[in-house]
């Protein structure tokens, strides 16, 4: 059993780090996408993935989920490969890619699709709809003519439906108004303050200041700085002044 692992007398699996990045390297052809990165994310904190574009966040959130196989190095989610977690979609929820839902499909449709592939009760269905903010009439429209805001829940609303303890969420709030925001950031802190654990990447620096509890940032497939949120702000004006030095100094390399 891994040391990060242990067994509770009722049968729960109790994992230090919920998620646990070590010297992760994924290359494809002559690009390096992820070179060398660790870091792992506790129990009930908001971890602020960061980094410019094609930094590779959604290469380590893809290897994490098990789409992408490493080169070299690992990335485990409740103390095991997602691929080899049981029922993982109940474990481990996932958005990647909020656009990727069959237009053609209602938003109740898709839930029951992904409700049915997890053994889940439809009961969860109405639960999850109402958790995201999503209208009966909207969840009777179909996909193709979801705003991207209302694609984000019903990604997230997915993500949901197996009441998961790891959430992992490729930019989440992209499309989403103000309003959907604030919604999003109470949710991911209610979700943690009951001790779930959220990896969360975003180009909101404003927002993920405020809500994640560790922030890792990456550029150039490396990491440049990781640790407590307080920590990493210490001096530092905002978390816009800390990622331009940051991320310049690896452009300057
Ligand atoms: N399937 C692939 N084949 C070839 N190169 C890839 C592939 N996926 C990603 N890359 C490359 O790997 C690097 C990291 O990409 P990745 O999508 O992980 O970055 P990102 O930080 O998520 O970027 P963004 O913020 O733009 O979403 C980029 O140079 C990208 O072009």
Known sequence: ????????????????????????????????AVDDVSFTVEPGQVCGFLGPNGAGKSTTMRCLVGLTPPTSGRAT??????????????????????????????????LRIAALVQGLDRSRIDAVLEQVGLTPAEARARVRTY???????????????????????????????PEGIAWMRDLLRRLADRGDTVLLSSHLL????????????????????????????????????????????????
């Open 1 to 32: 059993m891994p040391a990060d692992l242990a067994v509770r007398p009722g049968g729960y699996r109790i994992v230090a780090a919920m998620i646990n990045i070590s010297h992760l390297t994924r290359r494809y052809g002559p690009v390096t």
């Open 77 to 110: 989610v409740l103390g095991a490969e997602y691929r080899r977690l049981p029922n993982p979609g109940r474990q481990v929820g996932i958005m990647l890619d909020a656009t990727a839902q069959h237009p053609g499909r209602t938003g109740r449709e898709t």
């Open 147 to 177: 705003s991207l805001g209302m694609q984000q829940r019903l990604g997230i609303a997915v993500a949901l439906l197996g009441d998961p303890r790891v959430l992992v969420l490729d930019e989440p709030t992209n499309g989403l108004d």
């Open 206 to 253: 404003h927002e993920v200041e405020q809500i994640a509890d560790t922030l890792v940032l990456i550029g150039g497939g490396r990491v440049i700085a990781s640790g407590s949120t307080e920590e990493l702000l210490d001096g530092q004006s905002s978390l816009e002044e800390l990622y331009l030095s940051r991320t310049d100094a690896v452009a300057r390399r």
